[in-house]
């Protein structure tokens, strides 16, 4: 990897400014990454191989260095302001339509104690985020191209993981019925929400049996990239 970084790169203070004017290894030590200089750098890698591959293939709209900070990075991150815990804990996570990686490749850059397959039905996203995977050396993050609904037949994702994540996908009772055999006893669902989306979705996961949900405190994103929040959802009687 250090091979990687410094290949026909300038120098760390300026490759810094190419990412953009936010402080993001600070943002990452507020929120818990293992070693935030080292993220630091390894972000910068990602950044610059997916605005290289996005000319190509298209991934994202979002490649600007404040689109990629703010909208993909600091989003990713902000998961363990709610849940400090995934910072911490072993948890096997599945992150179900990881589109070009947010927050799979994040989370797993950041706290290599999880174990993150990430999910998604298109195949050029999944084979992005297997080779960006390979080039930021991360072996705690296992890429699976597939419908989740199809995955959920399947004995080798039934009562596999601890946390279920999605950002950006299918409404939360839609995820959680096409994903309903994923998590283990006591796992729970984390969809990371607008407070419109949480608001327009309370009605019918009310109405979801065996459920209990909640949404966390609504927080501001930093550089003015909106507002979140959290819906967790956990089986009051196991699938």
């Given at each position: ?13 300026k ?78 996570i ?71 994540t ?42 979801m ?26 089986f009051?009687?196991?699938?």
């Amino acid at each position: 990897m250090k091979c990687l970084l410094k290949q026909n790169n300038p120098p760390l203070r300026k490759r810094k400014k190419m990412i953009s004017d936010f402080d993001l290894k600070n943002f990452a030590a507020d929120h818990l990454a293992a070693d935030p200089e080292s993220f630091l750098e390894k972000c910068i890698v990602l950044h610059k191989f997916l605005t290289e591959y996005n000319t190509r293939v298209n991934l994202t709209r979002l490649t600007t260095p404040e689109d990629f900070c703010y909208k993909h990075v600091a989003d990713s991150l902000s998961i363990t302001r709610c849940f400090p815990e995934i910072a911490e804990k072993p948890f096997i996570i599945a992150d179900i339509g990881c589109g070009a990686g947010f927050p799979s490749l994040i989370l797993a850059l950041a706290f290599p104690q999880l174990q993150i397959t990430a999910i998604d039905s298109i195949g050029k996203k999944i084979t992005f985020v297997r080779q960006a995977a390979e080039l930021l050396g991360l072996s705690n993050l296992t890429a699976v191209c597939g419908r989740s609904t199809e995955l959920n037949c399947k004995k080798e994702f039934q009562n596999k993981f601890d946390i279920v994540t999605a950002r950006a996908v299918a409404p939360s009772p839609k995820i959680c019925r096409e994903a309903s055999r994923f998590l283990r006893r006591n796992g729970r669902y984390i969809f990371y929400k607008t407070p419109t989306q949480a608001a327009e979705e309370a009605p019918l996961l009310a109405n979801m049996k065996n459920m209990r949900w909640e949404n966390t405190p609504v927080f501001e994103l930093p550089g003015n990239a909106g507002e979140r929040l959290f819906t967790t959802g956990i089986f009051t009687q196991h699938q």
